[in-house]
């Protein structure tokens, strides 16, 4: 059974601070990687994806991908009161998407 | 935002009674996938379609089936509800499966069985 692993928080970081938001992922095959934002009651919607070894920025946000390590991460800079929801990572494996649990972060206003 | 819509968006059943869930795409999608959130488990998978006719099962698939004869409709049926089924299940679709490939959302469906 492939696995995405994330840690479920919550993750409370102050307004302006970076949150660091982390998965790491079973199947080492696996070649897509995408993180989804959630809002309470809504659906998931994409932040990034990425599928190069490195770092990929999108405005306040930055993917981070380490193969090798079956990591990948998700910064976000200057947080904001509107970031505050669940992430979901995801990963392409077998021919279907797999997510975590997700992480719920919370930014303190 | 991607043409996807499912229905019905809340229902409430009783244990034991069958029940469908419609999911709808005007994307020509090829994927096509039902999931089950729950507080603590986050998004798992039910069932995937990779086409017409074409399916698979997911990780939670006990107790579910589906159907796909159109490409823009998938179906997720519960034979017989159980209280366990109760779940917010989300439909969503992807074009393929490259590098680039989001999946995206339906609008949930609360199921509430009693």
């Known amino acids: 059974q492939k696995e995405v692993e994330q840690n479920s928080g919550p993750l409370s970081v102050p307004e302006g601070a970076i949150a660091s938001l982390n998965c790491t992922y079973s199947?080492?095959?696996?070649?897509?990687f995408f993180w989804y934002r959630q809002y309470s009651g809504k659906s998931p919607e994409l932040i990034m994806f990425?599928?190069?070894?490195g770092d990929k920025e999108d405005g306040r946000f930055t993917a981070q991908l380490n193969k090798a390590s079956q990591y990948v991460s998700l910064l976000i800079r200057d947080s904001q009161p509107s970031d505050s929801a669940t992430y979901l990572c995801a990963v392409i494996g077998d021919d279907k998407i797999i997510f975590g649990k997700g992480t719920r972060l919370h930014i303190l206003p | 935002d991607a043409g996807i819509t499912q229905s019905p968006r809340h229902k409430v059943t009783e244990t034991g009674t069958p029940v469908t869930l419609r999911c709808h795409q005007t994307e020509n999608h090829r994927y096509m996938y039902w999931y089950r959130q729950d507080p603590g488990h986050g998004l798992r998978l039910i069932h995937y379609s990779y086409g017409v006719k074409d399916t698979d099962k997911g990780e939670v698939s006990d107790g579910y089936s589906v159907s796909r004869s159109k490409t823009e409709d998938f179906l997720l049926t519960l034979e017989s509800a159980t209280s366990s089924q109760t779940s917010v299940y989300f439909c969503?679709?992807?074009?393929?499966?490259?590098?680039?490939?989001?999946?995206?959302f339906g609008q949930g469906t609360r199921l509430t069985v009693v």
């Open positions: 199947d080492r095959g696996s070649q897509s």
């Open positions: 969503a679709i992807s074009e393929s499966h490259g590098q680039s490939d989001e999946a995206f």
């Open positions: 990425i599928y190069s070894n």
